[in-house]
């Protein structure tokens, strides 16, 4: 496949990068520092551009299968405004460059899935994350009204373990205490995800 990945710098996206690229397909890495990627910039194609700009990603989105993204709040834009904004740009260069589909990375207690969390959970997301998430839940109603073939990726708490393979996917899952998935694992199942259809039009919470 050919892939267009947004936030291959970051810690999620760098596994993201790293599998797609051993699993053989081209790569292209949507970033502000190409310097970055580190090793992984011989392996890819690396395109400097702003993610919240939809004429950057539309002028390299073009001919590529699908769109990733995990992109990660980053110091340059403040709580409030990235998702919001690259979920616009990145919708409205998919359907300009004849993208369809479109694989997008949240978090679980954003919007809806806030009801499903447990106490421990909902006093984070009430407190700690509450502006990033208000933003997040804004950028996933406009992904899932977009009219193209999106999934997004609701994960639980994120670490920097490595991969464990056993993780759990559903529409809802139960939750007790303050559950956690590493970001290999994340990375591994929006790979998984972009090569199939089975999460078409569906939001996937997920968690060890």
């Given at each position: 496949?050919?892939?267009?990945?947004?936030g291959?710098?970051?810690?999620?996206g760098?596994?993201?990068?790293?599998?797609?690229v051993?699993?053989?397909?081209?790569?292209?890495?949507?970033?502000?520092?190409?310097?970055?990627?580190?090793?992984?910039?011989?392996?890819?194609?690396?395109?400097?551009?702003d993610?919240?700009s939809?004429?950057?990603?539309?002028?390299?989105?073009?001919g590529?299968?699908?769109?990733?993204?995990?992109?990660?709040?980053?110091?340059?834009?403040?709580?409030?405004?990235?998702?919001?904004?690259?979920?616009?740009?990145?919708?409205?260069?998919?359907?300009?460059?004849?993208v369809?589909?479109l694989?997008?990375?949240?978090?679980?207690?954003v919007?809806?899935?806030?009801?499903?969390?447990?106490?421990?959970?909902?006093?984070?997301?009430?407190?700690v994350?509450?502006?990033?998430?208000a933003?997040?839940?804004?950028?996933?109603e406009?992904?899932?009204?977009?009219?193209?073939?999106w999934?997004?990726?609701?994960?639980?708490?994120?670490?920097?373990?490595?991969?464990q393979?056993?993780?759990?996917?559903?529409d809802?899952?139960?939750?007790?205490?303050?559950?956690?998935?590493?970001?290999?694992?994340?990375?591994?199942?929006?790979?998984?995800?972009?090569?199939?259809?089975?999460?078409?039009?569906?939001?996937?919470?997920?968690?060890?």
């Amino acid at each position: 496949m050919k892939l267009l990945i947004l936030g291959g710098t970051g810690p999620t996206g760098r596994h993201l990068v790293d599998l797609a690229v051993r699993s053989g397909d081209s790569v292209t890495a949507f970033v502000r520092d190409p310097e970055a990627l580190g090793d992984l910039a011989e392996e890819v194609t690396p395109v400097i551009g702003d993610a919240t700009s939809q004429r950057d990603i539309a002028t390299v989105a073009g001919g590529h299968d699908a769109i990733l993204s995990a992109l990660g709040r980053g110091s340059a834009v403040t709580a409030g405004e990235l998702f919001t904004r690259s979920s616009a740009a990145v919708v409205g260069a998919a359907r300009a460059s004849g993208v369809s589909r479109l694989v997008w990375l949240s978090s679980f207690g954003v919007g809806h899935t806030y009801d499903w969390a447990s106490t421990a959970q909902k006093l984070i997301y009430r407190t700690v994350t509450r502006a990033i998430y208000a933003d997040k839940e804004i950028a996933d109603e406009r992904i899932r009204n977009s009219g193209l073939d999106w999934t997004v990726v609701l994960p639980t708490r994120l670490t920097h373990g490595p991969a464990q393979g056993t993780f759990h996917a559903g529409d809802r899952l139960p939750m007790k205490g303050n559950p956690a998935i590493s970001r290999a694992d994340v990375a591994a199942f929006m790979y998984q995800t972009v090569r199939g259809d089975e999460w078409v039009h569906r939001s996937a919470v997920i968690t060890d």
